[in-house]
């Protein structure tokens, strides 16, 4: 599956072969747009006749940037006073001008490809520590003596998601202080101390520090690796690289389901199946010593050599130009820092975070992980007789659908999916519902709640699974981007955490007809919210959809 997914990207862009990605600003002025060009052909003349270095000079880049971004300003200025910053944000990304191709160059040095695996062995291991106590509740809570105790049994399942939502705040502070890949390198330490305690756990305390431990990994990683893959791909092919996380993500969770089906003949299975997931937490540490740093990241720091040695590695040297004239345009002369978790809330950015907040807060409100968490339970109460194979089957309906949505993503587009996904959600949920409630559907309840759930998270994994990880540090300006992802990210766990919490203890007091239904209310309303708020973003680079999004920076 991973092969065939990198193929298919490899080969519809032609990666490594020829670069014509030029992305005009399009806010309708030609002078920003002039001053921009001239800028860039000022620094490829000055890089081809200096070895080392950054060689534009600085006032010269800060005055000329700075006249570009009066002209931008005086664009956004006159219009904000007779619109909203939402309608303005769509209207400045809708009409951006098509692509306008550079000149051609041979066969690239440079590949990315092999840097995404290596970062999606965290989504790996976000998806399998989700998914592996869905079988191995039932058998670690007979070994552990709380077969009868649901309460500890929700708090087994629920403190991974606690560490989570710890570490998804810690990771954007970590990335932003530490870079991306060394950030990675410090995960593993968690990730692997808590896959050890998990496996040789002899007491509850034991097994719930390690799944504390093992949630602020995965806590981090979830920031992380979207956050990396965002900043290292092509814009070209972002949307297809940035989806394989989620499909990552989603082959951890099948491979945890798998992993439990030797439970039935071996009841002490469980301890390996925790064990296990500490292999990839050790190769993600190891991979990450040879990966390159995010271009983006160094050039904040002002690292000019170490980015452009990024960029060769990446994209090849042919492209290092190119790119740096990009990020160079992207920063717009501006010298801010990065900024506060307080500047999140502030006017300027407020707007676009809580989108990012909203699109996570719908995600795990519209169900996904209660149906990851207790398929098996909700089968077997169904009269499912394998009910582990059929979770299974869940498993693999989320890899497929997320395969899917991997190569219609830069062709479909962002919002289309989110919207076709959330109304197939709705869809599927209502269908569930239905089929415990109708009597006359009370023969047939086992099969279909089997179609619906693998229906419901098929819809999933084509639009509301992948789309908010990969929209998040699109719309998120340079200097908010890191703590920004690492807020919605917060929201996303939170809610995931009482979700795991009180799923079942609503279930028991409502029924699972009513609990369905409400995840089909839910769905429904993500449709308005976002075919009101969220802007479409494929085939743009980040820097110009940074400069359309916030054009006070």
């Not at 490899?10 to 020829?18: C, D, I, L, Q, S």
């Not at 692509?99 to 092999?114: A, D, F, M, N, R």
């Not at 969770?253 to 990839?280: D, E, H, K, Q, Y």
């Not at 190569?407 to 197939?424: A, C, N, W």
């Amino acid at each position: 599956m991973q092969a065939s997914t990198y193929s298919a990207v490899k080969g519809r862009v032609g990666f490594g072969a020829e670069h014509q990605r030029r992305v005009s600003l399009g806010l309708g002025e030609s002078t920003s747009r002039r001053r921009v060009s001239m800028l860039r052909s000022q620094y490829m003349t000055d890089r081809s006749s200096c070895c080392g270095g950054l060689s534009l000079n600085s006032a010269t880049m800060g005055i000329e940037l700075g006249r570009a971004r009066m002209g931008v300003d005086g664009i956004f200025g006159s219009s904000a006073k007779s619109r909203s910053v939402k309608a303005q944000a769509s209207e400045d990304l809708e009409a951006s001008v098509p692509v306008i191709p550079s000149t051609q160059h041979g066969k690239s040095s440079g590949t990315v490809l092999p840097f995404v695996g290596v970062a999606c062995l965290g989504a790996i291991l976000f998806g399998y520590h989700l998914g592996v106590v869905n079988g191995a509740l039932e058998y670690l809570s007979k070994d552990l003596g709380i077969a009868e105790n649901a309460v500890v049994q929700g708090w087994i399942v629920s403190t991974l998601l606690a560490g989570a939502t710890v570490g998804s705040f810690t990771g954007g502070a970590l990335a932003d202080k530490f870079g991306r890949t060394r950030t990675f390198q410090l995960d593993a330490i968690p990730l692997t101390i808590g896959a050890f305690l998990c496996a040789t756990a002899q007491s509850v305390q034991t097994m719930i520090i390690g799944r504390l431990l093992a949630g602020i990994g995965i806590g981090i990683s979830s920031a992380i690796v979207p956050l990396y893959i965002s900043e290292i791909s092509p814009t070209e092919i972002r949307g297809a690289l940035g989806s394989v996380n989620q499909l990552f993500i989603c082959i951890g969770i099948l491979a945890a389901l798998v992993a439990g089906l030797p439970l039935a003949a071996n009841p002490l299975w469980w301890r390996t199946m925790f064990g296990i997931s500490a292999i990839p937490s050790i190769l993600l540490a190891v991979g990450m010593f040879f990966a390159p740093e995010s271009p983006r990241w160094l050039f904040q720091q002002g690292k000019i050599p170490q980015a452009e040695k990024a960029i060769k590695t990446l994209y090849g040297k042919e492209r290092v130009a190119e790119v740096i004239g990009d990020l160079s345009a992207g920063s717009q002369g501006s010298t801010e820092p990065d900024a506060g978790w307080f500047d999140l809330f502030s006017t300027r950015y407020w707007k676009v975070v809580s989108v990012g907040a909203a699109l996570f807060l719908f995600q795990q409100l519209a169900g996904i992980n209660a149906v990851v968490y207790y398929s098996t339970s909700v089968f077997r109460s169904a009269g499912i007789a394998s009910d582990v194979a059929a979770s299974a089957l869940v498993g693999a309906a989320n890899v497929f659908g997320t395969a899917v949505a991997s190569s219609l993503m830069d062709r479909q587009g962002r919002k289309s999916l989110l919207i076709t996904s959330f109304g197939g959600m709705a869809a599927s949920m209502m269908l569930l519902s239905l089929s415990f409630t109708w009597k006359v559907l009370a023969p047939y309840s086992g099969p279909l709640a089997v179609i619906g759930t693998v229906l419901y998270v098929l819809s999933f994994s084509l639009g509301a699974g992948p789309v908010p990880a990969l929209l998040l540090p699109e719309i998120f300006a340079s200097r908010i981007r890191a703590k920004a992802v690492a807020l919605s990210l917060g929201m996303h766990w939170i809610s995931n955490f009482v979700i795991g919490l009180y799923f079942l203890s609503v279930v028991n007091k409502f029924g699972i007809s009513s609990v369905y239904l409400g995840f089909s209310a839910v769905c429904l309303l993500a449709v308005l919210y976002i075919s009101g708020n969220v802007v479409e973003t494929k085939g743009r680079s980040l820097e110009e959809i940074e400069r359309a999004l916030n054009p006070a920076i």
